[in-house]
T-cell receptor, first 111, second 112 residues
Framework: DQQVKQNSPSLSVQEGRISILNCDYTNSMFDYFLWYKKYPAEGPTFLISISSIKDKNEDGRFTVFLNKSAKHLSLHIVPSQPGDSAVYFCAASAGAQKLVFGQGTRLTINP | DTAVSQTPKYLVTQMGNDKSIKCEQNLGHDTMYWYKQDSKKFLKIMFSYNNKELIINETVPNRFSPKSPDKAHLNLHINSLELGDSAVYFC???????????FGPGTRLTVL
């Protein structure tokens, strides 16, 4: 029972353009959502989060959008840079500090 | 000054052996976690401890036993290792009242 899904295993974007990573969830009790970035042989690094009371949160080049009615969130990276090439995980929480992760999307930024 | 550290980074062992993975955080957080990333790359929570007390135990075989000597350390001991235990194990921690978790670099366990 996969409660958090990232349906695109990979995404390729040209440097300087916008990268959009998508995530869908099924559990309506989730009230906090996070994006993590992971390089090979390293642990996931926290990137940005959003509470269910908001529909947008921005931090520099990174913006997360939340559509509660569609149970969908997305991460926008603009402009994309070569260092953004990594695997991105979406995660959700219904409280109790328990995160449920998606399976990740590998983002490749091409020069 | 690593925030969440794990040792060892790589662990190769035979089936049936017992092994431990150590985790330490210097962030002053009071909740720590163990996650398993399997061959399909899913990250799944195994345990969480808050101030040395077990909070979450996610249907993990009792061959896995976490131990928290203090709130800065959470170790994972695995008895009678099986082939299916091969995975990357991540430790994480979070501050009080926050769902944002900070991860260690991972330990790749290979059981032969």
């Amino acid at each position: 029972d996969q409660q958090v899904k990232q349906n695109s295993p990979s995404l390729s974007v040209q440097e300087g353009r916008i990268s959009i990573l998508n995530c869908d969830y099924t559990n309506s009790m989730f009230d906090y959502f996070l994006w993590y970035k992971k390089y090979p042989a390293e642990g996931p690094t926290f990137l940005i989060s959003i509470s269910s009371i908001k529909d947008k949160n921005e931090d520099g080049r990174f913006t997360v959008f939340l559509n509660k009615s569609a149970k969908h969130l997305s991460l926008h990276i603009v402009p994309s840079q070569p260092g953004d090439s990594a695997v991105y995980f979406c995660a959700a929480s219904a409280g109790a500090q328990k995160l449920v992760f998606g399976q990740g999307t590998r983002l490749t930024i091409n020069p | 000054d690593t925030a969440v550290s794990q040792t060892p980074k790589y662990l190769v062992t035979q089936m049936g052996n017992d092994k431990s993975i150590k985790c330490e955080q210097n962030l002053g957080h009071d909740t720590m976690y163990w996650y398993k990333q399997d061959s399909k790359k899913f990250l799944k929570i195994m345990f969480s401890y808050n101030n040395k007390e077990l909070i979450i135990n996610e249907t993990v075989p009792n061959r896995f036993s976490p131990k928290s000597p203090d709130k800065a350390h959470l170790n994972l001991h695995i008895n009678s290792l099986e082939l299916g235990d091969s995975a990357v194990y991540f430790c994480a921690s979070s501050p009080p009242g926050s769902d944002t978790q900070y991860f260690g670099p991972g330990t790749r366990l290979t059981v032969l």
